[in-house]
């Protein structure tokens, strides 16, 4: 069975500052893993993903995430938070002969002055 | 140029009632999904439809019927609705099933939230 684990409900910085938002996985077989971002009253959008190949993966917004097998982690950065970064952030698994997409429990993200 | 759509945005109805939520894609894709998003903003699968086939079919009330009548399009139909069920509940879209192990994207749509009183 798959599951998502984010550490975190919540995490606050303030703009220009790093971030971080973590994210560990548990899967039987190489997994599939996402980054989805939610603004309020809004769906879900796609930030990034890891299939194969490259274990740093960089998305839209300046944001990162790096694929580590040996720590199954996969955690979201961005080297300096803006204001409108402000929102949900939720890391999902799929795995090959899996159903479907597993999502984690979200990490709010706020940015202060 | 929305690529999954949502109708309507807000649903407010009484206990027992029942309601539908419709959910369009102008994306081509081969697969929908319907998930519940709930007060503590978990997200879980309800189901999914490849080519108007049901794929998947969680532990969901029977209360909870899906329809696809083209690919395009998943409605969810909610019977004799109970508070428990006020949440958002978001349609969902992939070029090919998830569950054939590919990696696939899922675009969302904005949801539709429920609240049943």
């Known amino acids: 069975a798959q599951s998502v684990t984010q550490l975190g409900s919540h995490v606050s910085v303030s703009e220009g500052a790093l971030v971080l938002l973590r994210c560990n996985y548990s899967s039987s077989v190489p997994p599939y893993l996402f980054w989805y971002v939610q603004y309020p009253n809004q769906g879900l959008q796609l930030l990034l993903k890891?299939?194969?190949?490259?274990?740093l993966v960089k998305g839209i917004n300046g944001f990162e995430a790096e694929f580590k097998k040996s720590e199954t982690s996969f955690h979201l950065t961005k080297p300096s938070a803006h204001m409108s970064d402000a929102a949900e952030y939720f890391c999902?698994?799929?795995?090959?002969?899996?159903?479907?997409?597993?999502f984690g429990k979200g990490t709010m993200l706020l940015v202060s002055p | 140029d929305t690529a999954v759509s949502q109708t309507p945005k807000y649903l407010v109805t009484q206990m027992g009632n029942d309601k539908s939520i419709k959910c369009e894609q102008n994306l081509g894709h081969d697969t929908m999904y319907w998930y519940k998003q709930d007060s503590k903003k978990f997200l879980k699968i309800m189901f999914s439809y490849n080519n108007k086939e049901l794929i998947i079919n969680e532990t969901v009330p029977n209360r909870f019927s899906p329809k696809s009548p083209d690919k395009a399009h998943l409605n969810l139909h909610i019977n004799s609705l109970e508070l428990g069920d006020s949440a958002v509940y978001f349609c969902?879209?992939?070029?090919?099933?998830?569950?054939?192990?590919?990696?696939?994207?899922?675009?969302f749509g904005p949801g539709t939230r429920l609240l049943v009183l």
């Open positions: 999902a698994v799929s795995d090959k002969g899996y159903s479907t997409l597993t």
């Open positions: 890891y299939t194969t190949g490259a274990t």
């Open positions: 969902a879209s992939s070029q090919e099933a998830t569950s054939l192990g590919r990696g696939e994207t899922q675009y």
